[in-house]
């Protein structure tokens, strides 16, 4: 088989100096894809859109256009295929899009991930120039295309509810997690990155983007609740880019680091992540809508008790192994942190079910559900 790999998104991450969620499942199944099918008649060749795309860890990623936009109207409206669709046919046989960016290629039957819905079912929380027309867009590439990956089966019944897919036409491939989050980090390493930032074990950590479905004002509001002196023990530590929507946050946060109650780390190399979810006394996740849910088994395997949204996917990555909390009330938020602080026997249990659960997502399961869909697709068209 030879497979397409599309990385505009993991590209865009290479040249930014960080990757999203998108970005690191590209590269893990891309690295996954190749370990798994090695001594196989099967070839993965990257493709991306975009111009000047920078050195990235799969070579050089072959050019479908310059611009996505461009031919997400034109394949859209026009149903015009990329114009050098003919001769990526003659190269391949599949071609899976990873991220979102699904092209029309003529003679090439497409697999697409679509990690959620978010950007059809809540506008609202994305950047908003030129939202309907994006939405309507993005839902007709996946209903264009062959088969659709998903990450949770929320996702799945979204889309067969939503969209009106058939389920046979839909996967589920859970995410992994990267060993490296097993790993321990020797004490005087953990307290080096501590002592850089001005922390001590035991606060609270919020790790991901700021951006509305985040929901990270209804933390702070869960974190105002506490009592003052729980606050200064355990502080909120924000570890995330700002993003979007976030006139009235970013005064919030200030406030909170004024009080000496809090930290805005804005990026972090992972490193330094894994060193502060090692140290912390929870991960705060309480997402209003997550495709899976990354950050929770990430800090399952570090071994970071988890404070969840009981929410879309969350659960079935949670299980039973985090403190399950409303995403709209921040009294449920609250009453769980101070769960967390109080009661440490359950904490400990936690724990110990968190990292057999992480332990459950790897990359190369994925990888393997990954090929067997390409297989049931080529079969399909035979």
């Not at 893990?28 to 099967?42: F, I, K, M, P």
């Not at 991220?99 to 994305?126: F, S």
Request: proline content about 6%; hydrophobic content about 40%.
């Amino acid at each position: 088989m030879e497979i397409g790999f599309s990385c505009t998104v993991w590209a865009g991450g290479e040249r930014a100096g960080h990757l999203d969620g998108i970005g690191i499942y590209s590269r893990a199944l891309w690295q996954s894809l190749n370990e798994v099918a090695q001594g196989s008649d099967t070839r993965f060749k990257p493709y991306a859109f975009g111009k000047h795309l920078p050195a990235m860890p799969c070579g050089a990623p072959q050019v479908l256009a310059k611009d996505y936009r461009i031919h997400a109207i034109l394949s859209g409206v026009l149903k015009l295929p990329l114009s050098n669709s003919a001769a990526i046919s003659r190269e391949l046989d599949l071609f899976h899009a990873t991220d979102h960016h699904i092209p029309l290629i003529r003679g090439v039957p497409t697999v697409a991930t679509i990690m959620d819905l978010i950007p059809l079912l809540h506008p609202e929380w994305i950047k908003q120039d030129l939202k309907s027309l994006k939405s309507w867009l993005f839902a007709t590439s996946i209903r264009r295309a062959d088969h659709i990956i998903t990450i949770s089966e929320y996702s799945k019944q979204d889309m067969v509810q939503h969209l009106g897919i058939e389920p046979e036409r839909i996967s589920v491939t859970p995410l992994g997690v990267d060993p490296i989050y097993f790993e321990r980090i020797e004490a005087p390493q953990r307290e080096a990155v501590l002592d850089k930032h001005g922390l001590k074990p035991g606060f609270f950590l919020f790790v991901g983007t700021l951006q509305p479905r985040k929901n990270l004002p209804r933390v702070l509001e869960a974190f105002q609740q506490l009592p003052e002196d729980v606050r200064k023990a355990h502080p909120l530590v924000i570890v995330g880019r700002d993003g979007w929507s976030n006139e009235e946050l970013l005064p919030q946060l200030e406030a909170l680091q004024q009080r000496g109650e809090g930290r805005w780390l804005s990026y972090l190399p992972q490193s330094e992540v894994l060193a502060l979810l090692q140290s912390a006394g929870a991960l705060v996740f309480a997402s209003l809508y997550e495709g899976f849910g990354l950050p929770v088994i990430e800090a399952f395997a570090a071994q970071c008790p988890v404070i969840a949204s009981n929410t879309t996917s969350v659960p079935e990555v949670t299980g039973d192994a985090a403190w399950s909390v409303d995403p709209s009330s921040a009294q449920s938020i609250s009453a769980a942190m101070l769960s967390v602080l109080e009661h440490s026997d359950e904490r400990e249990q936690k724990i110990q079910r968190g990292l057999a659960r992480a332990k459950q997502y790897t990359w190369q399961a994925c990888a393997e559900q990954t090929l067997a869909v390409y297989r049931k697709v080529l079969a399909n068209k035979g």
